[in-house]
């Protein structure tokens, strides 16, 4: 995505700046900055922010009615095809949404209606406080949010950041609605606010900045919210040298996690840039020195990765890895510190520089696609560090960093005296006594305190479809002036092909998906990574119930080194012993750490329940025997019998000219048709429906209960498929019927939403929830009160609107990367042998009738025998 135009600055008549940032297209985005987070909260108002950002969803006028919210913002804003959304984080509280250019106005009109000072309803905040609480009980269960909570609770002793945005129990009961109000009137003021506009702004008289600003100052003028400074604010300061600390606790997983930071400077130190770039080299990508030397030199952790959390005051350098066994734990910390040792005294090469600062540039470009990347970015930039010009700047420190820097940076940053570390162990286990980490890690001598330093196309149309000379299917699309290009293909496989080629085959298209880009005869997995990594790009293997393939983005200017590295890995792949070998020992962690997510135990029980004896039943992933005995002879096999011409479709989407395209195809099409396989995939019975009601269960003694409800659904070619989606989306969304009835109006859960997977047979479809054990039969009953009312009364004319604008509009967001383009043109290319254009599409969804929705509620969701599946 290449800018034409710069960013510029407005201001509304309270001071409130606002930044429009041109970009044409079908999309724009509307963010409200509000720079106020968890830091503000003093003692009981722990989580008040995020407590805000969700009654801030709440109708406008309901305590002046006395009528409860009934999610009328999101209702109106998703009856044009918008999506409304928000977060909260230490620094800043930023509410945003995102729909089609021309409903732009009105959505911001109405979007705008929650900046008006508000009086919270008390059954409101009652019913929203039971949202949260559930909220926060499902990051009870999860295993990483704990990790970096007590991560985070080790290295913050004094700042706010070491208290979890979101608050504790005991401070969420306790809130009052009048002390919520407080600190809604004290913190949400004018001085700290900000607006940001990305889209199509610019037009031939400037009249569609004129009605932007209009509908601003409507909103969010001196007349809605008055002119006001923010009372001054200071945070208490966390030293940095506070000596090692360390923190074991047993947790309900499988495998040991482990999780290690260093205390290092705020955004705008000097030093921050090349901190991320000494990350990087530590252990960004798999050729990173940490992932080179844990994961495949020594085969003690299936997964290590280094990074910075860098906010607006101090942050962390982050080191965290899942161990393969705790008893590890010492000798995996003596590689860290070997690893870092070896920077300090013999310094880092060029190349590995190049990389990450390959890497670092890229990321920006790639977060950037969007509308919402870019809005985010220039927020951030503007709200939080003040200055639109900061990247560019710290691009340029990044470029500018050498060895000497990084020796110095891991000698001053890197030490005991700066780090915290927590360790996760399974239960079963005997809790590690960590007194022997000071003795291990003592090599990191320290270093002075540092010293510290101010710091200073026209429109795209539709993709054109080419069949090669070998009968392959392809999709292109040229996206001038796009600094970025992908390149998708996919075949059919995945694991309901393999149940044809015999038992010993289930679980190899994972494997293949995970080694396929590790090197090739000529090019070992090493030499590849730091190839790709160089160019800051990506190449990947993919596989799932229906298919494989390959994929990968990269920048324009490297167009020509990776379309011919694609080609190769695609048609030549190693397979090799050594990387197979990595591959089982991840997927093995992955099988067995499905206990430690209810959710997945959820999806796992209702796919084999309901799917029986068909392929959808099984995990892709296989089973741990059959794992360990898929051999290298079998991928190569696998990949064979898969890849030839009839059993293939390619898409490539971006900046990349007609004849640069041709020349690189001609070249892949002959490769391909050397092929010999004649694979066709295996035609397999339609799933029948349940022939009675079915009950599943497991139990694990957590916080929340998962239920997912649910029966055979369509298949991807089926003509209901349209009514289908316009039916989940009226159950669905922040204006659904089961987010206003079992959350809004219930508090019942945080999360409830319908789903489904259309497949090449019959897929399904359902409701999940989650939610406090004791609130699981009122679930379900209200779950089934819900689709009997709609199937009753139908829906109303407004819900049909909504529901066929948010699918829409959802559409045109989902497909704004090059990625996003290429991966559905390949894969509707694969399974229709076409692509349906966006009109048709349109046509489709505005065709669905309130009747076709009730009746395919009533056939898959009433009539159909359901299986319930409640893991607690």
Same mark, same amino acid.
């Given at each position: 995505?290449?800018?034409?135009?710069?960013?510029?600055?407005?201001?509304?008549?309270?001071?409130?700046?606002?930044?429009?940032?041109?970009?044409?297209?079908?999309?724009?985005?509307?963010?409200?900055?509000?720079?106020?987070?968890?830091?503000?909260?003093?003692?009981?108002?722990?989580?008040?922010?995020?407590?805000?950002?969700?009654?801030?969803?709440?109708?406008?006028?309901?305590?002046?009615?006395?009528?409860?919210?009934?999610?009328?913002?999101?209702?109106?804003?998703?009856?044009?095809?918008?999506?409304?959304?928000?977060?909260?984080?230490?620094?800043?509280?930023?509410?945003?949404?995102?729909?089609?250019?021309?409903?732009?106005?009105?959505?911001?009109?109405?979007?705008?209606?929650?900046?008006?000072?508000?009086?919270?309803?008390?059954?409101?905040?009652?019913?929203?406080?039971?949202?949260?609480?559930?909220?926060?009980?499902?990051?009870?269960?999860?295993?990483?949010?704990?990790?970096?909570?007590?991560?985070?609770?080790?290295?913050?002793?004094?700042?706010?950041?070491?208290?979890?945005?979101?608050?504790?129990?005991?401070?969420?009961?306790?809130?009052?609605?009048?002390?919520?109000?407080?600190?809604?009137?004290?913190?949400?003021?004018?001085?700290?606010?900000?607006?940001?506009?990305?889209?199509?702004?610019?037009?031939?008289?400037?009249?569609?900045?004129?009605?932007?600003?209009?509908?601003?100052?409507?909103?969010?003028?001196?007349?809605?919210?008055?002119?006001?400074?923010?009372?001054?604010?200071?945070?208490?300061?966390?030293?940095?040298?506070?000596?090692?600390?360390?923190?074991?606790?047993?947790?309900?997983?499988?495998?040991?996690?482990?999780?290690?930071?260093?205390?290092?400077?705020?955004?705008?130190?000097?030093?921050?840039?090349?901190?991320?770039?000494?990350?990087?080299?530590?252990?960004?990508?798999?050729?990173?020195?940490?992932?080179?030397?844990?994961?495949?030199?020594?085969?003690?952790?299936?997964?290590?990765?280094?990074?910075?959390?860098?906010?607006?005051?101090?942050?962390?350098?982050?080191?965290?890895?899942?161990?393969?066994?705790?008893?590890?734990?010492?000798?995996?910390?003596?590689?860290?510190?070997?690893?870092?040792?070896?920077?300090?005294?013999?310094?880092?090469?060029?190349?590995?520089?190049?990389?990450?600062?390959?890497?670092?540039?890229?990321?920006?470009?790639?977060?950037?696609?969007?509308?919402?990347?870019?809005?985010?970015? /220039?927020?951030?930039? @503007?709200? !939080? &560090?003040?200055?639109?010009?900061?990247?560019? =700047?710290? $691009?340029?420190?990044?470029? #500018? %960093?050498?060895?000497?820097?990084?020796?110095?940076?891991?000698?001053?940053? /890197?030490?005991?005296? @700066?780090? !915290? &570390?927590?360790?996760?162990?399974?239960?079963? =286990?005997? $809790?590690?006594?960590?007194? #022997? %980490?000071?003795?291990?890690?003592?090599?990191?001598?320290?270093?002075?305190?540092?010293?510290?330093?101010?710091? !200073?196309?026209?429109?795209?149309?539709?993709?054109?479809?080419?069949?090669?000379?070998?009968?392959?299917?392809?999709?292109?699309?040229?996206?001038?002036?796009?600094?970025?290009?992908?390149?998708?293909?996919?075949?059919?496989?995945?694991?309901?092909?393999?149940?044809?080629?015999?038992?010993?085959?289930?679980?190899?298209?994972?494997?293949?998906?995970?080694?396929?880009?590790?090197?090739?005869?000529?090019?070992?997995?090493?030499?590849?990574?730091?190839?790709?990594?160089?160019?800051?790009?990506?190449?990947?293997?993919?596989?799932?119930?229906?298919?494989?393939?390959?994929?990968?983005?990269?920048?324009?200017?490297?167009?020509?080194?990776?379309?011919?590295?694609?080609?190769?890995?695609?048609?030549?792949?190693?397979?090799?012993?050594?990387?197979?070998?990595?591959?089982?020992?991840?997927?093995?962690?992955?099988?067995?750490?499905?206990?430690?997510?209810?959710?997945?135990?959820?999806?796992?029980?209702?796919?084999?329940?309901?799917?029986?004896?068909?392929?959808?039943?099984?995990?892709?992933?296989?089973?741990?025997?059959?794992?360990?005995?898929?051999?290298?002879?079998?991928?190569?096999?696998?990949?064979?019998?898969?890849?030839?011409?009839?059993?293939?479709?390619?898409?490539?989407?971006?900046?990349?000219?007609?004849?640069?395209?041709?020349?690189?195809?001609?070249?892949?099409?002959?490769?391909?048709?050397?092929?010999?396989?004649?694979?066709?995939?295996?035609?397999?019975?339609?799933?029948?429906?349940?022939?009675?009601?079915?009950?599943?269960?497991?139990?694990?003694?957590?916080?929340?209960?998962?239920?997912?409800?649910?029966?055979?659904?369509?298949?991807?070619?089926?003509?209901?498929?349209?009514?289908?989606?316009?039916?989940?989306?009226?159950?669905?969304?922040?204006?659904?019927?089961?987010?206003?009835?079992?959350?809004?109006?219930?508090?019942?859960?945080?999360?409830?939403?319908?789903?489904?997977?259309?497949?090449?047979?019959?897929?399904?479809?359902?409701?999940?929830?989650?939610?406090?054990?004791?609130?699981?039969?009122?679930?379900?009953?209200?779950?089934?009160?819900?689709?009997?009312?709609?199937?009753?009364?139908?829906?109303?004319?407004?819900?049909?609107?909504?529901?066929?604008?948010?699918?829409?509009?959802?559409?045109?967001?989902?497909?704004?990367?090059?990625?996003?383009?290429?991966?559905?043109?390949?894969?509707?290319?694969?399974?229709?042998?076409?692509?349906?254009?966006?009109?048709?599409?349109?046509?489709?969804?505005?065709?669905?009738?309130?009747?076709?929705?009730?009746?395919?509620?009533?056939?898959?969701?009433?009539?159909?025998?359901?299986?319930?599946?409640?893991?607690?």
């Amino acid at each position: 995505m290449t800018l034409t135009h710069k960013p510029e600055e407005h201001k509304l008549s309270n001071g409130i700046p606002v930044i429009f940032q041109h970009l044409d297209g079908h999309v724009g985005t509307f963010h409200w900055w509000n720079l106020t987070g968890s830091t503000d909260e003093v003692g009981p108002e722990a989580g008040f922010a995020h407590f805000l950002e969700h009654m801030l969803f709440k109708d406008a006028g309901a305590k002046e009615t006395g009528t409860a919210s009934s999610g009328q913002t999101a209702r109106l804003i998703e009856s044009l095809g918008g999506e409304i959304n928000a977060y909260t984080t230490f620094d800043q509280t930023v509410y945003h949404v995102t729909c089609s250019e021309q409903y732009w106005e009105k959505v911001i009109d109405h979007f705008g209606v929650m900046a008006a000072p508000q009086r919270f309803l008390a059954e409101d905040f009652k019913r929203e406080r039971e949202v949260i609480l559930e909220e926060l009980r499902r990051g009870q269960d999860s295993p990483d949010r704990q990790l970096y909570e007590d991560l985070f609770g080790l290295t913050y002793k004094k700042h706010p950041y070491g208290r979890p945005v979101i608050g504790y129990e005991k401070t969420l009961k306790q809130a009052k609605v009048g002390d919520l109000e407080r600190y809604y009137r004290k913190h949400y003021v004018s001085s700290r606010m900000g607006l940001v506009l990305v889209g199509p702004i610019e037009d031939a008289k400037g009249e569609r900045k004129k009605r932007l600003l209009r509908v601003l100052e409507k909103r969010f003028g001196k007349q809605v919210i008055p002119a006001r400074k923010a009372a001054p604010r200071a945070l208490p300061v966390e030293k940095p040298l506070q000596g090692l600390k360390t923190k074991a606790r047993h947790f309900d997983i499988q495998t040991p996690e482990l999780a290690i930071s260093f205390r290092i400077p705020e955004l705008t130190h000097p030093d921050a840039p090349m901190l991320e770039v000494l990350s990087g080299i530590l252990g960004t990508g798999e050729s990173s020195r940490l992932y080179r030397r844990l994961f495949y030199d020594r085969s003690l952790v299936t997964d290590i990765s280094a990074s910075v959390y860098i906010p607006k005051d101090p942050g962390m350098f982050l080191i965290s890895a899942e161990l393969k066994e705790t008893r590890d734990l010492d000798t995996v910390l003596g590689e860290v510190v070997s690893e870092i040792r070896k920077i300090i005294e013999d310094g880092v090469d060029q190349e590995e520089i190049n990389r990450v600062i390959a890497l670092i540039e890229s990321e920006k470009l790639y977060a950037t696609q969007t509308v919402d990347g870019l809005a985010g970015r /220039l927020g951030l930039l @503007r709200f !939080s &560090l003040g200055d639109l010009r900061f990247d560019s =700047e710290y $691009l340029d420190q990044i470029k #500018g %960093v050498n060895a000497s820097t990084l020796k110095r940076l891991a000698r001053e940053y /890197l030490t005991p005296e @700066r780090m !915290s &570390l927590v360790l996760f162990q399974p239960e079963a =286990e005997p $809790l590690l006594d960590l007194a #022997g %980490v000071a003795k291990t890690v003592a090599p990191l001598q320290s270093a002075p305190a540092p010293v510290r330093a101010k710091a !200073s196309k026209k429109k795209p149309g539709e993709p054109e479809i080419l069949t090669t000379p070998s009968g392959l299917k392809v999709a292109y699309l040229e996206r001038p002036g796009t600094p970025v290009f992908s390149i998708y293909a996919a075949a059919f496989g995945g694991s309901r092909s393999e149940i044809g080629l015999g038992e010993r085959y289930w679980g190899a298209s994972h494997l293949i998906s995970q080694t396929w880009a590790k090197g090739t005869p000529e090019i070992d997995s090493r030499k590849l990574s730091a190839l790709i990594e160089g160019c800051a790009a990506s190449l990947d293997g993919f596989s799932g119930r229906n298919t494989i393939g390959l994929q990968s983005t990269g920048l324009i200017r490297d167009w020509d080194r990776l379309s011919t590295l694609f080609s190769d890995v695609f048609f030549n792949p190693a397979f090799s012993d050594d990387e197979l070998a990595h591959a089982k020992r991840v997927t093995l962690d992955m099988i067995r750490s499905i206990p430690n997510h209810s959710s997945q135990v959820c999806s796992k029980l209702f796919m084999e329940n309901l799917f029986g004896d068909h392929p959808y039943a099984r995990s892709p992933l296989g089973t741990e025997e059959q794992v360990e005995r898929i051999s290298s002879a079998d991928l190569h096999h696998l990949h064979q019998t898969f890849i030839h011409p009839g059993n293939l479709s390619l898409a490539v989407v971006g900046g990349v000219s007609r004849h640069a395209f041709e020349e690189w195809l001609g070249r892949f099409d002959e490769r391909l048709s050397k092929q010999k396989s004649r694979f066709e995939q295996e035609r397999l019975s339609a799933i029948p429906t349940l022939p009675a009601p079915r009950w599943a269960a497991s139990r694990f003694d957590r916080e929340q209960t998962h239920i997912l409800i649910g029966g055979t659904g369509l298949s991807m070619f089926d003509s209901e498929r349209h009514a289908l989606r316009i039916l989940q989306n009226i159950l669905g969304g922040q204006s659904g019927r089961l987010f206003i009835e079992l959350r809004e109006k219930r508090s019942m859960a945080y999360s409830v939403a319908p789903t489904s997977m259309e497949g090449i047979e019959t897929g399904y479809v359902g409701t999940y929830i989650a939610c406090a054990p004791t609130k699981k039969d009122e679930a379900i009953a209200e779950i089934r009160k819900v689709i009997e009312t709609l199937v009753k009364k139908g829906p109303t004319a407004a819900e049909l609107e909504r529901a066929k604008n948010y699918f829409l509009g959802q559409q045109a967001m989902s497909l704004q990367s090059t990625w996003s383009l290429a991966a559905g043109y390949g894969l509707e290319l694969l399974y229709r042998g076409s692509l349906t254009s966006d009109g048709e599409v349109k046509q489709r969804i505005l065709s669905v009738t309130s009747a076709q929705v009730r009746a395919i509620a009533k056939r898959l969701l009433l009539d159909a025998p359901q299986l319930t599946v409640v893991v607690s």
